[in-house]
């Protein structure tokens, strides 16, 4: 839920979420390619183009997880799941290290993930700020200045999940995958939850999906929690959502997996 500033506040967090978005990933391909500077024919530089990709055709039931393991050895930054309506569209965007990782990802375009087989293809930075923007339900956010008023699907998306049911635990999206603990014992400073049922979701690799399961002393207090859903930790906005004990549970037995 937004603050109490509203619409300028979600849109600041649009502008760091952009602004992120922006630098780590040029700074992770200069970095990945090894000082390596592209030059083309006309010995002129050409810079590398945005290491990202589209997926299409993705089990309704994928997770962040799966897409981790389909894409296995190579080097992701970031994954997002797109939505349409509320429910999960079948697509996706990949963000990776390196140009060099777009290419080795590319190759197993039309592999199979389960029954379903998955279209890999590459697509355009704006494309996928694009699809940053709509998560945030803000248009322009690659925009140097905001247009128009937020999409009137804003107040159904938050009246959504004022409706769904609520237990103690609730699922967080889009943490850094650097996130401890404390971080997020912090950002849930001025609520109670039990500290030690703090569980952060990893591959079978032992790397970090981005979410995490919080557990409250009661159902009241996780819905009090949730005026923190799309607020900052480190330089990502999270997501809340209500969650459930048994899928907590699964979550953490995958990770141990």
Known sequence: ????GGVSDGYEVGSKRQRMM????????????GGYQPYGYGGGYQPPSFPVVRLRGLPFNCTDIDIFKFFAGLDIVDVLLVNKNGRFSGEAFVLFAGSMQVEFALQRDRQNMGRRYVEVFRCKRQDYYHAVAAEVNYEGIYDNDFHGSPPPSRAKRFNDKDQMEYTEILKLRGLPFSVKKPEIVEFFADFKIVEDRIHIACRPDGKATGEAYVEFTSVEEAKRAMCKDKMMIGSRYVELFPSTPDEARRAESRSRQ
């Open 1 to 4: 839920m937004l603050g109490s």
């Open 22 to 33: 922006e630098s780590t990933p040029y700074f992770a391909v200069n970095s990945g390619m």
